[in-house]
Nanobody
Framework: QVQLVESGGGSVQAGGSLRLSCVAS????????MGWFRQAPGKEREGVAV???????RYVDSVQGRFTISKDKAKNTLYLQMNSLKPEDSAMYYC?????????????????WGPGTQVTVSS
């Protein structure tokens, strides 16, 4: 079992920055892949960025160059640094983890989810 808790969301103006954190606990074998997903009202959940156990990363095209996913193994924490935020980045952001090895940006590939943290970007 894996427990995930996100923090760091909030309200910012366009062009601003936020850093999301996700503290993980439980089986490390079940966290070979971790990622950030987001869901805006009326839209499907979208993969934003994922990172595997080796530190390889993958991003959705819309955030490439603006967002950076990273992890601190000692702190069991996953981060998402978000810069140059746009109103279209507004959504509930979720941390996810799975024992599956691979850079998959699809929500079906992740068994464990946090409750989410809201990000609102105003124009």
């Amino acid at each position: 079992q894996v427990q995930l808790v996100e923090s760091g969301g909030g309200s910012v103006q366009a062009g601003g920055s936020l850093r999301l954190s996700c503290v993980a606990s439980g089986s490390t074998q079940s966290r070979k892949s971790m990622g950030w997903f987001r869901q805006a009202p009326g839209k499907e959940r979208e993969g934003v960025a994922v990172i595997d156990i080796d530190g390889n990363t993958r991003y959705v095209d819309s955030v490439q160059g603006r967002f950076t996913i990273s992890k601190d193994k000692a702190k069991n924490t996953l981060y998402l640094q978000m810069n140059s935020l746009k109103p279209e980045d507004s959504a509930m952001y979720y941390c996810a983890a799975d024992r599956r090895y691979g850079l998959i940006l699809e929500s079906w590939a992740y068994a464990y989810w946090g409750p989410g943290t809201q990000v609102t970007v105003s124009s």
